[in-house]
């Protein structure tokens, strides 16, 4: 309050200098309220995205402390960001309880625990005095029934402009008409008395609107089916912006979860809207997240146009997505002058500050008591491993990583067959992806050491809250599926001295590997699709020798094949996978098959899980070539490193990854 009253009292004095200095020579006759500038008010509007349950300071994948993440740091920004002016909102915008382990534990123990106790993210969130939450789609990981549960603890609304509960079981999934029955208010008006410069406050009607990904339906269909539908985000913002206006809300903050991207046309559900949105008449801010990307800042958004990657403005409409895990906080500045008919934005200022070793010990103390749960499930000893379960190079050669995620499901499938519930007949694969490959920062890996395997190393395995399932397909949709893993590499030159950049942009969770089969990545041909799984090059097949027990691939054979609900719904577009192809749904997370498996292999194999590393695949660089990428720069890389044929340490790079190059062997 204090800082407040500071503040305000500041403005007013800077505002009497303007009106002196105006003054001037002009009629000294003129009273002091004629000459007075309108009313005008400095609005902060404060975002959190994507914190996926990272409350505290803790890397719960390395068991320590970290002041990298987590929003009891993010909160030492919001308490300064606040003090410097008393007229602010603060909005979370989904993907908020599902990530961290502190959140898997929640999820463990249930609906009924929420209802009971309130979640404790959501008491955080109270403690923070938030004014708006937004539903990302990580929220519907859990169902319903936990969503209801947790929403229901909020001292604050939940908007969401595009979930509807679906009349029936007919109209679950993709539904292009209608408003009725939304799972949430599409939008809330809210209007705190703001203070302008002369220490008036005015209750200024600031309308608040959230979206989601509408592909939740695909991604959480085992929880969604016949239960909601979901609209477009642009839609949903042509039809409920004007009603919010109709309303009187003088300032509309659009609320995305939905990241930024350019498409040629438009394609009605995208799953990235903001740069859409942002042309929809009567949006005066963008608020977005999803892709875990700064904006302004990432390189991600520098080839974008009409999109100032600098200032923070998406088509002329001031825009923030502060990063993931609460590692920076949203801030847009609106400053609306007061006109006949009410108030307006007539400037505005993005900044995206990072954290540092600032917190809210208060904040910390009021979830001390579940981070302790969480910790002891997580240490809880699930096997021993023979070998280092590492992701260092899982996209240059096997790994023990990945192979490990394709056993267990391989095991589950087998017994799920012997049972009855998958046919006889067919032969049974499986795919999976290292979803920790560097991604987000140069530790960003997954590194298992030999010896005793808990749920908190399975965790740092499997990422996310996926359950298995099993699609059947043919050997040539198996090929398509595999072209799609091959999206990872840029086409690669052959007979080129210098060393040329190896991966493309493309998230290493879409990096499936398909265990079962021997294959080659020939990198020297062009991708065969785009990343939304459009053909681009029929001609083109960079997946090459693939083999089936040593013999050429059947591509009229049929397969099963094991994966996961957000691959077999359609997760990164890939052709054949969308939702058509699914011939079994398992309610187990794949993480609950994998420790099963750690569990049941150790028993079996004398006190060790027994991993078998296979080496089903390779790249063929084109002769002549020498690749570079990022790595992991720890002693593992560096040990594994040494074991790779024609691979060497460069340098390290400003972000701390080693640089590695890799040259075509003479071999190929
Ligand atoms: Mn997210
Ligand atoms: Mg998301």
Avoid at 256 to 269: D, V
Avoid at 318 to 333: F, K, M, T
Avoid at 604 to 626: F, M
Avoid at 645 to 662: F, M, P, S, T
Wanted: contains cysteine; charged residues 20%.
């Amino acid at each position: 309050m204090n800082n407040g009253k500071g503040l305000s009292s500041m403005l007013q004095t800077a505002a009497v200098m303007v009106v002196l200095a105006t003054s001037v020579g002009i009629l000294s006759a003129c009273s002091p309220a004629v000459n007075e500038e309108p009313a005008r008010i400095e609005l902060r509007l404060m975002e959190t995205t994507d914190l996926h349950a990272y409350m505290l300071g803790f890397d719960y994948f390395r068991q320590q402390p970290t002041e990298a993440h987590g929003l009891v740091h993010t909160a030492a920004l919001i308490h300064a960001a606040r003090a410097e002016n008393p007229n602010h909102y603060l909005v979370d915008n989904g993907d908020l309880i599902q990530g961290s382990a502190l959140g898997d534990w929640v999820a463990e123990q249930g609906a009924g625990y929420v209802n009971e106790h309130n979640h404790p993210i959501m008491r955080a969130l109270n403690y923070l005095q938030y004014d708006v939450g937004n539903m990302g789609n990580h929220e519907f990981n859990y169902g319903l029934e936990f969503i209801d549960a947790t929403a229901a603890g909020a001292n604050f609304p939940y908007i969401s402009a595009n979930v509807l509960h679906a009349e029936s079981e007919d109209t679950w999934g993709k539904v292009s008409e209608g408003w009725d029955n939304p799972m949430f208010p599409p939008y809330v008006i809210l209007e705190k008395p703001l203070v302008d410069q002369y220490g008036n406050a005015h209750p200024v009607k600031v309308g608040f609107i959230g979206f989601l990904p509408p592909q939740i339906v695909r991604w959480d269909l085992q929880h969604l089916q016949g239960k909601v539908r979901v609209r477009d985000i642009v839609a949903a913002a042509e039809y409920f912006v004007p009603q919010m206006r109709a309303e009187g809300a003088e300032v509309v903050v659009a609320i995305p979860h939905s990241g930024l991207r350019n498409y040629a046309s438009y394609p009605e559900f995208a799953e990235q809207a903001s740069y859409q949105l942002a042309a929809v008449p009567g949006i005066d801010a963008i608020l977005f997240g999803h892709q875990h990307q700064l904006f302004p800042g990432s390189p991600a958004y520098d080839d974008l146009p009409g999109v100032d990657n600098e200032r923070g403005y998406v088509r002329g409409i001031p825009a923030v997505s502060p990063g993931y895990w609460g590692n920076h906080l949203g801030i847009i500045d609106l400053t609306l002058e007061q006109t006949r008919t009410g108030w307006g934005v007539v400037a505005s200022a993005v900044s995206v500050p990072a954290i540092d070793e600032r917190k809210d010990e208060q904040l910390e103390a009021l979830l001390m008591a579940e981070h302790e749960e969480t910790l002891a499930m997580l240490n809880q000893p699930l096997g021993a491993v023979s070998e280092r379960i590492s992701s260092l190079f899982a996209r240059i050669q096997p790994s023990t990583a990945v192979q490990l995620i394709n056993d267990a499901q391989t095991w589950y499938a087998k017994a799920a067959q012997e049972n009855g519930d998958l046919p006889a007949d067919l032969p049974i694969l499986s795919a999976a992806a290292p979803f920790r490959n560097g991604s987000q920062h140069a530790d960003d890996y997954t590194v298992i050491a030999a010896g005793e395997f808990t749920l908190g190393n399975l965790v740092d395995l499997y990422v996310y809250p996926n359950t298995l399932q099993v699609v059947e397909l043919t050997g040539a949709q198996i090929l398509e599926w595999l072209e799609m893993s091959a999206l990872a590499y840029r086409q690669i030159a052959a007979n080129q001295p210098s060393a040329q950049p190896l991966f493309a942009r493309f998230p290493s969770y879409n990096f499936d590997t398909i265990s079962g089969l021997e294959f080659a990545f020939a990198v020297s041909e062009p991708p065969r699709y785009n990343s939304n799984g459009e053909l681009i090059n029929a001609e083109a097949r960079r997946v090459v020798n693939v083999r089936y027990q040593g013999e050429p691939l059947d591509l009229a054979q049929r397969f099963l094949v094991v994966t996961n609900n957000y691959r077999a719904g359609g997760g990164g577009s890939f052709p054949g996978l969308d939702g058509s192809t699914l011939v079994y749904a398992s309610d187990e997370e794949v993480r609950k098959v994998i420790a099963d498996y750690a569990r049941y292999n150790t028993a079996q194999n004398e006190g060790e899980l027994a991993l078998d590393l296979q080496r089903n695949w390779e790249i063929l660089l084109p002769a002549g070539a020498t690749v570079e990428f990022r790595g992991n720069d720890s002693e593992a890389g560096k040990a594994e490193a040494a074991l790779v044929e024609g691979l060497h340490r460069i340098d390290q790079d400003a972000d701390g990854y080693a640089v590695y190059h890799l040259k075509a062997s003479e071999a190929h």
